[in-house]
């Protein structure tokens, strides 16, 4: 069933649909951890239902956000949410497949690339791969070699991407990133709790960067159970 959620920020609003997919943490922290500057054009790779141009348009001077979604009626709500916020002009929603953005848009044609990729591979767990939810959480319709592989064709020398995932393919998202030419320039492990183990990561990548990554201090999402941490008050709106 579709609903609509306020986001908390310059008033926007989001279509969602329970039964689907919604959007969850990770998509807002990696809308906190990405930039765009002045003049720049953005391209979100997957972006569902749009949260992440919806938040960033917000948050950013970018000129531009293009916004990829292979699922019809995911990217249908999201050309619904970008209407019902009145901004046709700063948004366009594209259905396509992300294996297919250097085609669609061209090489070399984006300053940024955001993207928050299915985290699963996709032998790992059970799922019907018809279901939305799994083409969201698991590498049934892309790989992170996919993902990786077209953000760099698509970013101009410079250029940047932010990802959000998962820790235990760190490794793997690194020596991707390097094999395409984007060097990782900055880590922010996330933790549900001081006391946890992290459950999230957020890199940045510069194509055609030099070597020599910053590791920002942790991100703790939780003081306590159902009390979020100051930053994330202050920095998210939580």
């Known amino acids: 069933m579709e609903r609509i959620d306020d986001l908390q920020r310059n008033g926007l609003k989001i279509i969602q649909d329970t039964g689907r997919f919604c959007f969850g943490m990770d998509a807002v922290l990696l809308s906190g951890f990405a930039n765009a500057k002045s ?34 009626e ?12 009145s901004l046709e002009e700063k948004i366009n929603i594209v259905t396509g497949d992300i294996k297919e953005a250097s085609r669609i848009f061209g090489r070399a044609s984006f300053d940024v690339v955001t993207v928050n990729p299915p985290y699963m591979t996709a032998g790992h767990g059970e799922r019907n791969p018809e279901d939305a939810k799994a083409i969201a959480r698991h590498e ?3 790989t992170l070699e996919d993902v990786v592989r077209e953000a760099s064709a698509v970013l101009k020398t410079n250029g940047r ?69 100051d930053e994330i008050k202050e920095k998210y709106g939580f």
Do not use: W
């Open 39 to 72: 003049g720049e054009r953005v391209l979100d790779m997957g972006t569902g239902t749009g949260i992440l141009p919806l938040l960033m348009s917000a948050k950013t001077e970018a000129e531009h956000f293009s916004a990829l979604e292979i699922q019809p």
């Open 74 to 85: 995911s990217a249908d709500m999201a050309r619904r949410s970008v209407a019902m916020n």
């Open 140 to 142: 049934i319709l892309c």
């Open 161 to 229: 991407i932010y990802m959000v995932h998962k820790p235990f393919r760190l490794a793997e998202i690194f020596a991707t990133m390097q094999k395409y030419k984007l060097e990782p320039k900055e880590l922010r492990v996330v933790y549900p709790y001081a006391d946890k183990e992290p459950n999230m990561v957020l890199v940045a990548a510069v194509k055609g960067g030099k070597s020599g990554i910053t590791v920002d201090r942790p991100l703790i999402i939780y003081k306590e159970k159902d009390e979020y941490t």
